[in-house]
């Protein structure tokens, strides 16, 4: 789909839209980088409850992109998205708890959260006997 298309389908309230243009503006990818606009958008298709929005916008305010770092608030918008079953908001989640980040420390949740990501059939989640976790990276094919 081109901008275009995007943009009237994300003006008509279309959250998947919404969600796929906030991707672009947040990564410069097709448009000019803005993450201002990026987090306007991911915040209106969370608002319609658009799981992958909640887990991008959880992101955004985890590390400070396009909106002040709140870590309370990304542990929110991952937790509303991962009670739809979202593996990466899971697996972020699963992060926070980890780490103590906008959330008390707790790696018994944390691991109970990557396995949950791993059930799903994510490969985001390597679970160790440890309780820690890592990202896979894949390379560009």
Same mark, same amino acid.
């Given at each position: 789909?081109? $901008?275009? @298309? ?6 008509q309230?279309?959250?998947?839209? *919404?969600?796929?243009?906030g ?15 990026a $987090?306007q958008?991911?915040q209106?298709?969370a608002?319609?409850?658009h #799981? ?6 959880g ?6 992109r396009? $909106? ?5 608030? #990304? $542990? ?7 009670? *739809?079953?979202?593996?990466? #908001? ?8 980890r ?10 949740r944390a ?12 490969p985001?989640? @390597? ?12 390379r560009p094919?």
């Amino acid at each position: 789909m081109n $901008v275009d @298309t995007l943009q009237a389908a994300a003006d008509q309230g279309d959250a998947s839209a *919404q969600c796929a243009l906030g991707n672009m503006y947040a990564t410069g990818r097709g448009v000019a980088k803005n993450e201002a606009r990026a $987090v306007q958008l991911c915040q209106a298709a969370a608002d319609q409850g658009h #799981a992958a929005a909640q887990c991008n916008l959880g992101v955004m305010y985890a590390t400070g992109r396009g $909106v002040a770092k709140n870590e309370a608030r #990304a $542990v929110e918008l991952f937790q509303a998205a991962a009670e *739809q079953g979202h593996a990466t #908001a899971l697996f972020n989640l699963g992060n926070m708890y980890r780490d103590g980040r906008g959330v008390a420390k707790d790696e018994a949740r944390a691991m109970q959260l990557y396995q949950a990501t791993r059930a799903r059939g994510s490969p985001s989640a @390597t679970c160790t006997r440890t309780g820690t976790a890592s990202q896979r990276t894949r390379r560009p094919r």
